[in-house]
T-cell receptor
Framework: DAGVTQSPTHLIKTRGQQVTLRCSPK?????VSWYQQALGQGPQFIFQ???????QRGNFPDRFSGHQFPNYSSELNVNALLLGDSALYLC??????????????FGEGSRLTVL | GQQLNQSPQSMFIQEGEDVSMNCTSS?????WLWYKQDPGEGPVLLIA?????ELTSNGRLTAQFGITRKDSFLNISASIPSDVGIYFC???????????FGDGTTLTVKP
């Protein structure tokens, strides 16, 4: 049973560039959430995708965008990178239908460094 | 916005000791969750709490959902070296909504 997989695991970008991070959810899961975790802090909710649509969004600027594909995998795109975007980006999958207990399964994350 | 305050920020204990950490919020949450994160990995769910006042155990771990729905605590009994890591509390206010995380309690266990 494959868990949540993310790619790439590490990447370095420069200010102003764009980045795309990818996530494949746990087998059987249909909902993907993205979190940003700065060093020494807890994960901060970016947005959640269900049925290929953004269902809920946290307090992140429009530079952060995403997409969910028919196979439930997802991408996180960040444009015009700033130094402050350096963080661990975590993908979490879950079940989105009613009655969901809310358990999130996290991937190992993509470590983004912006120089 | 919603904020969760975790305390203590860090703990240094001897193997075999019991540990207690807590989490408070200015907002009410319908669900409280406790996660553990090891270096280089994503958080892993330890315990989920769904009802105010609920007390739930998972092996050596025990967690309680505060009666006001604004706080929770996590206890670890008889700590062992593999308990080392960062423990996060998280609150969720909807069935399928976002989880709001605290900034974690870093636990170090000395053998």
């Amino acid at each position: 049973d494959a868990g949540v997989t993310q790619s790439p695991t590490h990447l370095i970008k420069t200010r102003g560039q764009q980045v795309t991070l990818r996530c494949s959810p746990k087998s059987g899961h249909d909902t993907v959430s993205w979190y940003q975790q700065a060093l020494g802090q807890g994960p901060q909710f970016i947005f959640q995708y269900y049925e290929e649509e953004e269902r809920q969004r946290g307090n992140f600027p429009d530079r952060f965008s995403g997409h969910q594909f028919p196979n439930y995998s997802s991408e996180l795109n960040v444009n015009a990178l700033l130094l402050g975007d350096s963080a661990l980006y975590l993908c979490a999958s879950s079940l989105g239908r009613q009655g969901w207990t809310g358990e999130l399964f996290f991937g190992e994350g993509s470590r983004l460094t912006v120089l | 916005g919603q904020q969760l305050n975790q305390s203590p920020q860090s703990m240094f204990i001897q193997e075999g000791e019991d540990v207690s950490m807590n989490c408070t919020s200015s907002s009410i949450f319908n669900t409280w969750l406790w996660y553990k994160q090891d270096p280089g990995e994503g958080p892993v769910l330890l315990i989920a709490l769904y009802k105010a006042g609920e007390l739930t155990s998972n092996g050596r771990l025990t967690a309680q959902f505060g009666i006001t729905r604004k706080d929770s605590f996590l206890n670890i009994s008889a700590s062992i070296p593999s308990d080392v890591g960062i423990y996060f509390c998280a609150g969720r206010d909807g069935n399928a909504g976002k989880s709001t995380f605290g900034d974690g309690t870093t636990l170090t266990v000395k053998p």
